[in-house]
């Protein structure tokens, strides 16, 4: 009798804290969850734009072929992070592979970069001169989701927080 009550005890105990656990997740996690909010980005940024049907299609099509040009450098990127982390795990390490890859990977983030550069300049030939001044108060203002408005909070030493690798904590 004593074993199936503290049975009981225990599996009611569980679903609580797994139910618990479930709600405290936030929907939607990763890259299909971002692209929602970067979508919801663009609306807001075409309403604060005012922008009208035609300058709306062609920002949408512009749009379309960039992220058509992006697949294979991410993909690129994707390839070389992997084999930096074969690297880096190697029983021994070749520090001459890991620059180049680290090289590799960093040229194409700023190619990348620079295309998402020249759309944003192909996007602001588009407007009219007051939609590009709202265009360039919102590019110096950084008003990007995930971006700045943190505080001191969202502020962090890196990955590790203020711990080095053996685990102590440092100042600073």
């Not at 709306?56 to 099509?61: G, S």
């Not at 040229?107 to 588009?126: F, I, P, S």
């Not at 001191?152 to 590790?160: C, D």
């Amino acid at each position: 009798m004593k074993r199936k009550n503290i049975l009981i005890a225990v599996s009611t105990l569980m679903i609580i804290l797994f139910t618990g656990m479930l709600v405290a997740q936030p929907f939607g996690q990763g890259r299909k969850a971002r692209m929602g909010v970067r979508g919801n980005h663009h609306e807001r940024l075409a309403k604060m734009l005012d922008l009208n049907e035609a300058q709306q299609l062609q920002i949408q099509e512009m749009r379309l072929s960039m992220q058509k040009e992006m697949i294979p450098l991410r993909s690129e990127v994707e390839k070389y992070q992997g084999e930096l982390k074969l690297v880096m795990t190697a029983e021994n390490f070749d520090e001459g592979k890991a620059e180049g890859l680290v090289n590799k990977i960093s040229d194409l983030r700023a190619k990348m970069k620079l295309k998402h550069l020249m759309q944003q300049q192909a996007v602001r030939n588009l407007l009219t001169d007051e939609q590009r001044k709202k265009f360039d108060l919102h590019i110096l203002s950084n008003d990007r989701p995930g971006k700045g408005h943190r505080g001191k909070a969202g502020h962090r030493k890196g990955r590790f927080g203020n711990r080095d690798f053996q685990g102590e904590t440092q100042e600073g």
